[in-house]
């Protein structure tokens, strides 16, 4: 009879740490400066930073302080944002321009323009070769160049639409196809790829993290799944469910929490094991933040957000309008989620 109890505790011992980490919501609102569209976000844990991505500019936020400390500007198209703290350099993609520019991340100064592919989006440091990839979302390919120099090492075909890498600090990079529902993973010092697998159930893939103990991936998927894949072999373990028009998804080693930014909401789950997972909760956020960071030291959500216009009035050739994309000007601000 005891062993027969064993499976029993144990599920119900999961159940109660995946339900006992939620809570999350909204602590506040701080307004920005800017106007356009936002996308990226990326945190830089020494220096206790987080640059948010807004069409012409970086704004950089002070994690401690709460407050914005100053901004990257002359951008056009920005996506994307990389920092290398050893090098005091951090790595921004202009998708308008298809470039790559290299600031100074004390000064918050330009650096050096890089050329890169058609449409810069997606861009990661990778330590273990030193090396910046920019992912080139309408050119198929990925512009690789040295951090330090900004000599550009070589281009990588990819054979689809790269949306979000992440890597494993070991020398394997992985991006997702957006247009192919393919994930791709890369040796970061030969640029060789060398593995490449559908996602499906997941279809058009656009965020990912990473578990890096356990080798995993976390791909939120527009077909409102979020899809669990073991980084080696490319098998699909797994997949939630989660909301419409997921952009970026964040792992939290310490509480084993995933966070999918969804349009108007944040999908939380839990990692109970390597090969199980659960929703804890859906936590509503505003029209259109649908990307995110994660500060893994205070375990704080961070988005961008505005306010949009009303959808125009049905017409005989219209009868759904959609809100307008553009944000109303002046309406900027970033959203902190926490408990």
Not at 127 to 141: E, I, L, M, P, Q
Request: glycine letters at 8%; aromatic letters at 6%; a negative charge.
């Amino acid at each position: 009879m005891k062993i027969r109890r064993v499976p029993l505790i144990v599920a119900l011992a999961t159940v109660l740490s995946a339900s006992s980490v939620g809570g999350y919501h909204l602590l506040k609102e701080i307004p920005g400066s800017g106007d356009g569209s936002f996308d990226y976000l990326s945190i830089e844990p020494e220096a206790r930073r987080l640059y948010i991505s807004h069409l012409t500019q970086v704004e950089v936020f002070d994690l401690d302080s709460e407050k914005f400390v100053g901004k990257v500007s002359e951008l056009n198209g920005v996506h994307g944002i990389a920092a290398a703290p050893k090098l005091g350099r951090g790595f921004i993609t202009n998708g308008l321009l298809s470039t790559v520019t290299i600031f100074d991340l004390k000064t918050l100064k330009h650096i050096a323009e890089v050329p890169a592919g058609k449409s810069a989006d997606g861009v990661l440091y990778d330590s273990v070769s030193n090396r910046v990839f920019a992912f080139n979302h309408h050119g198929d390919s990925a512009t690789v160049f040295d951090a330090g120099d900004g000599k550009v090492s070589g281009t990588i075909e990819l054979g689809g639409e790269p949306e979000f890498p992440v890597n494993d600090e070991k020398g394997n990079v992985w991006v997702n196809l957006e247009d192919k529902s393919t994930l791709v993973r890369i040796d970061s010092q030969s640029l060789k790829i060398t593995g490449r697998w559908p996602t499906a159930p997941c279809e058009a893939p656009s965020s990912m993290a990473i578990d890096r103990e356990h080798n995993r991936l976390f791909i939120g998927c527009n077909s409102q799944v979020m899809a669990v894949a073991n980084a080696e072999s490319g098998k699909i373990i797994a997949t939630l469910p989660i909301g419409p028009h997921v952009d970026a998804t964040a792992f939290d080693p310490a509480t084993g929490l995933i966070f999918d930014a969804n349009n108007g909401s944040v999908t939380v789950i839990h990692e109970d094991s390597p090969d199980n997972y659960s929703v804890v909760e859906t936590v509503k956020t505003q029209l259109k933040t649908n990307t995110l960071a994660l500060d893994t030291k205070s375990h704080k959500i961070y988005m961008p957000g505005a306010e949009f216009g009303p959808a125009p009035a049905p017409t005989v050739e219209n009868p759904h309008p959609v809100p307008p994309k553009i944000p109303v000007p002046g309406t900027f601000k970033l959203l902190i989620l926490g408990k």
